[in-house]
């Protein structure tokens, strides 16, 4: 096989980003917006050792799965890829991608253990409860842009279908105030200008919280805040000072308020979390409270466990948790989240739920020795659980562990190195971003009886 040779190519499976896998000759080719089940003439576009990449020139015969495509950003923007699929097919989807995902990368047989279907989200478009985007001047005005994943190219969004409302309003409101003001827009070539990025994020009573990510300092920003708060649905407007060169990194170290109120508050099954500009909550509000009801459901809580958090981050779910449980405890490397913790433990009146601030390859075992631990939950990152971590928790004899995850890959890994001395009892897939491959899965594993 070489670039540009064309053949009919039958879909199989669908990819961890979106694709289309089909093979030809035995060798993996994926395919962008292809469905399985589906026949597409395509054109190769890259070969590489083990798989190879190629476009659709027509396709030979359509999925009943196929939509079409609402959004006029889709194909530039990059930020949804399945949303040319029905969703109650891709609810299927995703349930088959954690299974291909375990056969692929472990020796675990997922035939021995239940995958459940896909909890589905009731809002599927407009649920986004933050934005953030760089600010450019396209055609006289001022646009959020959004960088496309795969070919790097920036492109105006005025409007995202995932977001809630009132945050397109408002990112357009701000934009044409910023634009009237005249104020300079950061250009990254020169790491010079003003206004850099615009993230705003909104509660479930469409509380808005705006922050304005600046390059430079300037006067400007604070008479654009005086304005901003006169907008319905601001409650607060914070600057922020980023002039890093990296277009990674949307955050600088110094954050100021300038006008309105310091957080909005948003709220899950009575527990109520402070929200700041930076603060880390998931997307997807409603599916959030669906996600952690399904590990309070997977635990079985009497109120009589002690529940371990190694990862325990701005203790979201520890708190959740904490009204059903005897205690929860948390260990957390940075400190400024174990203060966002205690923050929220104290906004709720909790008082069963303790935070240590160290490492947990450190402090994890000790943890073990001093307390009667019944059951460690584990909140995944993108990278995975680190080793040393899994390896003391295979050595105790904790009864229960949940596993929770928004990485399909690590999160395999992971289970099979934990099914040493653990069984794998269930895994639930839920779909906390749809329209797009994410999966976030709740995995409920018990000691083995030796």
């Known amino acids: 096989m070489k670039e540009n040779d064309q053949f009919i190519l039958d879909i199989k499976r669908l990819g961890i980003n979106g694709e289309g896998i089909g093979f030809y000759k035995r060798l993996a080719v994926f395919v962008d917006g292809a469905i399985p089940g589906e026949g597409h003439n395509v054109c190769v576009t890259k070969v590489l050792d083990k798989m190879a990449f190629a476009k659709t020139t027509e396709i030979k015969h359509a999925s009943p799965d196929r939509i079409e495509i609402t959004c006029p950003h889709y194909n530039e923007c990059g930020g949804c890829n399945v949303s040319h699929i029905k969703y109650n097919r891709m609810l299927e989807l995703k349930r088959d991608l954690i299974i291909e995902t375990l056969n692929r990368y472990t ?15 009731e809002d599927i478009f407009n649920y986004r409860n933050r934005s953030i985007g760089s600010i450019r001047k396209v055609n006289d005005k001022y646009s959020i842009c959004m960088t496309n994943p795969v070919s790097n190219e920036v492109h105006p969004i005025n409007s995202c279908m995932l977001q809630n409302p009132v945050i397109n309003e408002l990112n357009e409101q701000i934009l044409k105030l910023a634009y009237d003001m005249n104020i300079s827009l950061y250009i990254p070539k020169f790491n010079r200008g003003i206004l850099r990025y615009l993230s705003i994020r909104v509660n479930s009573k469409n509380e808005a919280l705006v922050c304005l990510i600046c390059g430079e300092k300037s006067n400007k920003i604070k008479e654009l805040a005086s304005e901003i708060i006169k ?41 109520k979390y402070k929200l700041y500009p930076n603060t880390f909550f998931h997307l997807n509000t409603k599916q959030t409270n669906n996600l952690y009801e399904t590990v309070l459901k997977t635990l079985k809580l009497s109120r009589k466990e002690t529940v371990l958090f190694p990862n325990s981050g701005v203790g979201l779910l520890p708190l959740y948790l904490s009204k059903m449980t005897k205690e929860v405890i948390g260990i957390e490397y940075n400190k400024d989240l174990i203060a966002y913790a205690n923050e929220n433990a104290k906004l709720n009146k909790i008082s069963n739920a303790k935070f240590y601030q160290g490492d947990s390859v450190q402090l994890l075992p000790k943890m073990l020795e001093d307390k009667e631990v019944d059951i460690i939950v584990l909140e995944s990152s993108k990278t995975g659980i680190d080793e040393s971590i899994i390896k003391t928790i295979n050595n105790s004899n904790i009864k229960k562990i949940v596993y929770v995850s928004s990485n399909m890959v690590s999160m395999a890994k992971d289970l099979d190195k934990l099914s040493v001395n653990y069984n794998i009892n269930s895994i639930t897939p839920i779909d906390l971003l749809p329209q797009t491959t994410n999966i976030e899965s709740v995995c409920m594993l018990s000691l083995k009886q030796n």
């Open 231 to 271: 907008l319905d649905n601001v409650k607060g407007v914070y600057e922020n000072f980023n002039n890093s060169k990296k277009e990674s990194v949307f955050f600088g170290l110094e954050m100021n308020l300038l006008e309105g109120e310091a957080f909005i508050v948003e709220e899950l099954n009575n527990v």
């Open 107 to 121: 020796k675990l047989n997922p035939r021995k253990f239940e995958i459940k279907p896909t909890l589905r989200s």
